[in-house]
């Protein structure tokens, strides 16, 4: 049994002649009849019965019309989506971000991609961790993860995006608002606004300052970037946090941001399980993301993306 044998099958049965099919397919009735015998053969029953005028499906021809058209048009549609899926048409693309990474990363890019791509759903999942970007990835329920990029992970490939240098965020009567740049020496005795503990980007703050012999003090602790900015600008605090892009340097209004080129820049992109097995609208968002966006001060992406693959 064969699709070909079923869909002549139901088409015998919607024409009720075996010649008018024959036609139809630009074939013999004796070739239409063999894919109907075939049928008769597998399933061990009559399909068609014959009349003065054609032919009508006996009882059991009525079953197999019936699943058969419902099969048919399923693959029909199955195969449709997969070509759009090819094509870059249709499909979904779930990402995993954190709280401000959309805003901060995405919001050209998603503009960008609904544009060119109107058919593709995108679905945004705020994941707390790496951990668990790596755990949905693994397990097939998520395509891409923006993330802060770490160390090799085992089946994940990283891929750098975007380097993100550090700068001191604090209010504008601060006295060291006047400072056109500072050393992360600079910052030992001043307790600073902690970035969200146990994250990727405090664990690389933390490493960066142990490189330049620093260590900082902190007295408060924050879920987000945002929100580390906002209490700077509010007078609540100082906080160190990378300059994300579309975050003005040296800052205006009630907030600066002073420059701390000493620290080595933070790392963030994408990360995938096998960017060979990405489909074609997953691919085609992280390629838009990249393309759109920019350094802080409105620089374009590097040009150059390092990729770190996982042994």
């Known amino acids: 049994m064969t699709l070909d044998d079923l869909r002549v099958f139901v088409a015998v049965c919607r024409a009720g002649s075996l010649s008018s099919v024959a036609r139809e397919l630009g074939c013999t009735q004796s070739a239409v009849s063999q894919h109907v015998r075939r049928l008769e053969r597998e399933t061990g029953v009559a399909l068609l019965e014959r009349q003065p005028r054609g032919v009508v499906p006996t009882q059991a021809g009525r079953v197999l019309e019936a699943a ?4 048919i048009t399923g693959l029909d549609l199955a195969v449709r989506r997969l070509r759009d899926l090819v094509d870059g048409h249709g499909g979904y693309v779930r990402v995993a971000t954190g709280a401000t990474t959309v805003r901060h990363f995405m919001s050209d890019a998603v503009v960008t ?38 160390p090799a992970v085992r089946g994940i490939e990283q891929r750098a995006v975007v380097e993100l ?3 001191l965020a604090v209010p504008a009567d601060d006295p060291l608002a006047a400072h056109p740049r500072l050393d992360a020496a ?8 902690r970035l969200p503990p146990n994250s990727a980007s405090a664990a690389h703050l933390d490493a960066a300052c142990a490189e330049a012999g620093v260590r900082f003090a902190y007295d408060t602790s924050v879920a987000d970037w945002d929100t580390a900015l906002l209490l700077a600008e509010l007078g609540a605090g100082r906080a160190v946090v990378p300059a994300v892009p579309g975050l ?9 941001l002073v420059p701390l080129p000493g620290l080595r820049p933070l790392p963030v992109g994408w990360a995938v399980r096998r960017w060979d097995a990405l489909s074609p609208p997953a691919r085609a968002f992280a390629d838009t993301v990249v393309e759109r966006c920019g350094r802080p001060g409105g620089e374009p992406p590097p040009s150059r993306r390092n990729r770190r693959t996982a042994a």
């Open 165 to 167: 240098p550090w700068v």
């Open 68 to 71: 058969a058209t419902e099969g």
């Open 113 to 150: 991609f609904r544009r060119r791509h109107p058919q593709v759903n995108l679905e945004f999942r705020t994941v707390s961790s790496g951990r668990g970007s790596f755990d949905a990835l693994t397990d097939g329920t998520l395509d891409l993860a923006w993330i802060t990029l770490g």
């Open 186 to 193: 600079d910052l030992a005795d001043v307790r600073l606004i």
């Open 248 to 256: 003005p340097v040296p800052g205006e209004g009630a907030l600066r």
